[in-house]
């Protein structure tokens, strides 16, 4: 921290704001917070970035979890089920997190980007309603736990960005869920990966605590702002989020990587 320029900190709080808001809306906060990490710590190890990333996250999605638990119809019964099978993903990929070179991240980050664009653009209708009518199988139950838990917590651990909206996807694909409630839900899931994948860098050393701590607040402000105006607006409104946060992230992850 005493090496760390007051600009710098400073944008890396508003960046920890930004991103809890992200997540709380619609998932992906890391697709920015991570970012802005990379730019501000341009040669540390990636590990420390992802560990740090971890520990600001995990604070705004629990002001999160609880804001959507206390308002929302989650069912936390499947949501804790898929998120303890996302939790031990998230613990096998942060192990295998060390040998992440820093060069492959941002180029990863656009494709995977660009295939949650086309997908959300290509279905207009995806998250408006909900299609499920009483109880979910216990077969969509399994299936949710096996790719938004064990696949999607995996991925988690390994990189992490983008997790949140693809839980998003993969539970209002899966389980049939509206977009605010698929989000609900996703938070309560996420809290699980992060806190494995945390665990796990905590043990290796690899988080810049007294950095952490201070994005934490911002985090927390954020995450519990953004679940409340989700709740408020409803699906058209996380929707458009997804969208925007998307094109722009796509947009600045590119310059940064092929123009700048």
Avoid at 10 to 21: D, E, F, H, R, T
Avoid at 45 to 58: D, E, Q
Avoid at 64 to 92: F, H, K, N, Q, W
Avoid at 229 to 239: D, E, P, Q
């Amino acid at each position: 921290m005493d090496d760390i320029s007051l600009i710098t900190v400073a944008l890396l709080c508003l960046a920890a704001a930004s991103a809890g808001w992200i997540d709380a809306v619609v998932g992906g906060g890391g697709l920015l917070q991570l970012p802005a990490l990379l730019v501000g710590f341009p040669h540390l190890p990636p590990a420390y970035l992802l560990g740090t990333n971890k520990a600001v996250s995990i604070v705004g999605t629990s002001a999160a979890a609880v804001t959507y638990v206390r308002r929302a119809p989650v069912d936390v019964g499947t949501a804790v089920r898929i998120g303890l099978a996302a939790l031990g993903g998230s613990v096998l990929g942060a192990f295998f997190a060390a040998g992440v070179e820093s060069a492959v991240l941002r180029p990863l980050i656009i494709v995977i980007l660009l295939g949650v664009l086309a997908f959300v653009l290509l279905r207009p209708s995806f998250g408006t309603v909900a299609v499920a009518r009483g109880p979910v199988t216990r077969r969509r139950v399994l299936a949710a736990i096996l790719v938004a838990g064990l696949g999607i917590g995996f991925y988690d651990g390994l990189i992490g960005p983008g997790t949140g909206t693809f839980l998003v996807i993969a539970l209002v694909a899966i389980l049939h869920l509206d977009l605010v409630t698929a989000s609900a839900t996703t938070k309560i899931v996420n809290v699980c990966t992060n806190l494995g994948a945390l665990a796990v860098f905590s043990y290796q050393g690899t988080v810049l605590w007294r950095l952490a701590a201070l994005m934490a607040v911002f985090s927390l402000a954020g995450g519990t702002l953004g679940a409340r105006m989700a709740l408020k607006n409803g699906t058209g409104f996380v929707r458009t989020v997804l969208v925007v946060v998307v094109l722009a992230l796509v947009t600045k992850l590119a310059y940064d990587q092929w123009l700048s």
